[in-house]
């Protein structure tokens, strides 16, 4: 077993990255065993039963797993977070991806942009940007960016979902059809290790779907928390992404594929801020 910091091939990571990798497989572990105790974690990692708490603790307020007494068990794949919740979750990580993909973003572009909190962050991100004409399903996208003059926005149509201001039905979905977007920039709810985008409701999803066919370039922001995480409804694959922005490196399957796919690895961490292939997060 490796010691906390440790790399297998002698090296050191930092203590966030420890912690974040430790995570990782406590979210990897539980879903293949359904449960384990508090206990056994720490034995498995030779760490307290308190720095376990504070991870399963953590990883219970990302919708990563379930937090039981005594133990931790599988998240709910069926079932999103409240909006509510949703919005403060890994928000520093949030406005940190959206600074970054805000950066590639060029004035007089076509974007469509989605659903989701971390989308909301880039449309924040965007507000000094010059002559961008948005497409969108998303009702705070739309409020937020009618705060920049120089924004033309296409809000789609459809039916509104009360809680967090998403619209979607086949209306959305025709009326994204009608369009070719320079970008599309979009959320999702889990990433697996084998590559694939999940989310948690079905007409969302065919919302999404219909972004990536209509874009000539997809830019996927999703934090850390997404990696592993559960969700019933496939949106795609890592293979149709132009650029994955995070702000932690993926676990190495993910890491791997993303290579191989040719998908730009954008990390946007205060000590990762540059660009890199996403072979270099391996190194």
């Known amino acids: ?35 384990l105790t508090i206990e056994a974690l720490a034995r498995q990692f030779g760490v307290t039963v308190q ?25 709910s794949s069926i079932e999103n977070m409240e909006y509510e919740r949703r919005q403060v979750v890994n928000l520093d990580a949030k406005q940190r991806i959206a600074a970054r993909v805000a ?16 989308t909301e962050q880039a449309a924040r991100a965007l507000l000094s940007h010059q002559s961008l004409r948005v497409i969108t399903n998303n009702l705070n996208v739309a409020r937020i960016l009618s705060d920049n003059e120089q924004c033309s926005i296409v809000m789609a ?40 985008l999940f989310d948690f409701d079905l007409d969302e999803v065919l919302c999404t779907q219909a972004v990536i066919r209509n874009s000539r370039r997809i830019f996927l922001l999703a ?39 040719g998908v730009t690895l954008e990390l946007s961490a205060c000590d990762l801020c540059a660009k890199v292939p996403a072979a270099s997060a391996q190194a």
Do not use: C, W
């Not at 919708?63 to 007494?69: K, N, T």
């Not at 967090?164 to 959305?172: H, K, M, P, R």
């Open 103 to 118: 950066r590639d973003v060029p004035d007089r572009a076509s974007l469509f942009i989605n659903i989701g909190t971390t």
């Open 157 to 196: 149509g459809g039916k509104v979902r009360n809680r967090d201001g998403a619209v979607t039905g086949q209306t959305t979905i025709e009326m994204f059809e009608q369009f070719r977007a320079d970008l599309g920039i979009i959320g999702i709810s889990g990433i697996d290790k084998d590559g694939g």
């Open 51 to 75: 720095t376990i708490r504070r991870d399963v603790n953590l990883l219970a307020s990302e919708g990563r797993v379930s937090r039981y007494r005594g133990g931790a068990g599988l998240a």
């Open 223 to 261: 934090d850390h928390s997404k990696f592993g995480r559960p969700a019933l409804v496939k949106v795609g694959s890592i293979k149709q992404l132009s650029a994955l922005y995070t702000d932690a490196p993926p676990p190495e399957p993910l890491s791997a594929l993303l290579n191989e796919a």
């Open 1 to 35: 077993m490796l010691a906390a910091g440790q790399r297998e091939d002698g090296g050191v990571v930092s203590e966030r990255q420890a912690n974040l990798d430790r995570q990782a497989e406590i979210v990897e572990l539980v879903g293949r065993r359904g449960f």
